[in-house]
């Protein structure tokens, strides 16, 4: 068992992690990610500069957190462990459009596409754990039945497509807002999964019970007896 000191010491940790995280938040909304500092940001937070490389190693590194943290409101990440419908999961996805740091992830995906390496590992880490979420989630109601190589193949396929679209759809949604209604759009995407879903399922193999040589086995040991 930790010692009070050390429990003290663990929570103050959080607390400025989390005064960091919120004054990037309301800066790099404000001003956008080239114009905020890390001075901006300790100034805004209370927190020394020198404690923000600590906490997330580089300016990079920051952005990645509030918007991870920003995804993680609307969609914990623990959401896909259990099987809600499919339209309950694009009902969240819709929350996520409204919130203001939506547009940072594609600031961010712009930086990664143009060649910035270490947004780009960063982006990678979070686009990985975000699909793997959907693994999960798709895993959950894989038939019992199913050759399991087969359907994890197809769960990864399904989750990079999904969140492919979910990140297609987001964009438009912030370039053209008024072209389209968001959820009616979302809840279009969801049934088009869903029946695509049943689909693949009822195509996958059924593993074999019994290996290609037995019925060969059992001849030849007929033929002995």
Do not use: C
């Amino acid at each position: 068992m930790g010692s009070p000191g050390r429990r003290r010491i663990d929570e103050i940790g959080e607390e400025s992690r989390r005064r960091i995280l919120d004054a990037a938040e309301e800066l790099f909304a404000e001003r956008g990610f080239d114009r905020t500092s890390f001075v901006d940001i300790a100034e805004r937070s209370g927190i020394s500069r020198g404690s923000i490389p600590w906490h997330f190693k580089n300016k990079e590194g920051l952005v990645m957190a509030v918007v991870e943290r920003a995804v993680n409101r609307e969609i914990p990440p623990d959401r896909y462990q259990t099987v809600p419908p499919i339209a309950e999961l694009f009902d969240d996805a819709a929350a996520l459009a409204q919130d203001a740091n939506l547009p940072l992830l594609f600031m961010i995906l712009a930086k990664a596409i143009g060649g910035a390496e270490a947004v780009r590992g960063q982006y990678q880490e979070f686009l990985t754990r975000r699909r793997g979420g959907l693994e999960d989630w798709l895993r959950a109601q894989r038939p019992k039945d199913a050759d399991p190589e087969t359907a994890a193949k197809q769960e990864r396929v399904f989750a990079v497509a999904l969140n492919g679209a979910l990140l297609g759809i987001h964009l438009q949604s912030l370039v053209d807002p008024d072209s389209f209604d968001l959820r009616e759009v979302l809840r279009s995407l969801a049934t088009v999964l869903d029946d695509n879903l049943n689909g693949v399922w009822r195509t996958l193999p059924v593993p074999a019970t019994t290996r290609p040589t037995d019925t060969r086995t059992r001849g030849r040991n007929q033929s002995r007896d």
